[in-house]
C-alpha cells in the first residue's frame, strides 16, 4: 500500500468547474511536492511546500499544506482542458525518506 | 485497483556494488513503464522508457551501461544500478502504463526507492 494516500484516483469535471487533489499521509511531512504529467511528456514541478499552514498558488491552481503538516490538496479553480493530466504528489517523509502518491488523472471535459 | 509497488522501498550498499530495483504493477498489465530519478528538492527527471520485450529507450545524458533496465514481462520492470557511486544515491521512482484500462494513456506510480550509496 502507498504510505502517501492520493485521491481521488481519477477525476472528470466539465470545463470551468473547480476541483480539488488530496494527499494525505499518517506522518508528519517535512516537505511536500506537487507535479503534474501532460499525457506522453515528462512531470513537470508545479510548487512545494514546507510550512504548517503554508499556501502557495500559480495561476489558477492553489496547493496548500495543513497545520500538522499531514495533508496537503491542490485546487485548480475553473479548470481548462489544459490542466487535464496526471498530478503527482510526493511527500519528504524527514530522514531523507520520499514518497510519493500514486496520482491522480485529470480530464476536463470542454 | 491499478497499484504500482516497488522493492526494496529503501536500500544502502557500499560503493561499487550493483543494486536491483523492481517495479510491479499489481492488478493490471503493464506495456510500458518509465523509471525516473529525483534529485534533492528537484522535480522528478525521467530516466528511460521501458517497453515490454523491447531495449529501453534512455533520455538524453543518462547512462545506459550504468542504468541497466529490463522489462521482461506486463508487469515486471527492473532498473539496475551497476557500480554504484555516492553520487547515484537518489530516489527511483517508477510508474506503469496501463493496458486495457479506460484510458491507455493513464499511468500509475510506484511508492518509489531510495538508494543510499555509501
Known amino acids: 500500500s502507498q504510505e502517501l494516500e492520493q485521491s481521488p484516483q481519477s477525476l472528470i469535471v466539465q470545463e470551468g468547474k473547480n476541483l480539488t487533489i488530496n494527499c494525505t499521509s499518517s506522518?508528519?511531512?517535512?516537505?511536500l511536492y506537487w507535479y503534474k504529467q501532460k499525457y506522453g511528456e515528462g512531470l513537470i514541478f508545479l510548487m512545494m511546500l514546507q510550512k504548517g499552514g503554508e499556501e502557495k498558488s500559480h495561476e489558477k491552481i492553489t496547493a496548500k499544506l495543513d497545520e500538522k503538516k499531514q495533508q496537503s490538496s491542490l485546487h485548480i479553480t475553473a479548470s481548462q482542458p489544459s490542466h487535464a493530466g496526471i498530478y503527482l504528489c510526493g511527500a519528504d517523509m524527514g530522514n531523507n525518506d520520499m514518497r510519493f502518491g500514486a496520482g491522480t488523472r485529470l480530464t476536463v471535459k470542454p | 485497483g491499478a497499484v504500482v509497488s516497488q522493492h526494496p522501498s529503501w536500500v544502502i550498499c557500499k560503493s561499487g556494488t550493483s543494486v536491483k530495483i523492481e517495479c510491479r504493477s499489481l492488478d493490471f498489465q503493464a506495456t510500458t513503464m518509465f523509471w525516473y530519478r529525483q534529485f534533492p528538492k528537484q522535480s522528478l527527471m525521467l530516466m528511460a522508457t521501458?517497453?515490454?520485450?523491447?531495449?529501453?529507450?534512455?533520455e538524453q545524458g543518462v547512462e545506459k551501461d550504468k542504468f541497466l533496465i529490463n522489462h521482461a514481462s506486463l508487469t515486471l520492470s527492473t532498473l539496475t544500478v551497476t557500480s554504484a557511486h555516492p553520487e547515484d544515491s537518489s530516489f527511483y521512482i517508477c510508474s506503469a502504463r496501463a493496458l486495457g484500462l479506460a484510458e491507455d494513456n493513464e499511468q500509475f506510480f510506484g511508492p518509489g526507492t531510495r538508494l543510499t550509496v555509501l
Open positions: 521501458s517497453n515490454e520485450g523491447s531495449k529501453a529507450t534512455y
Open positions: 506522518k508528519t511531512l517535512y516537505g
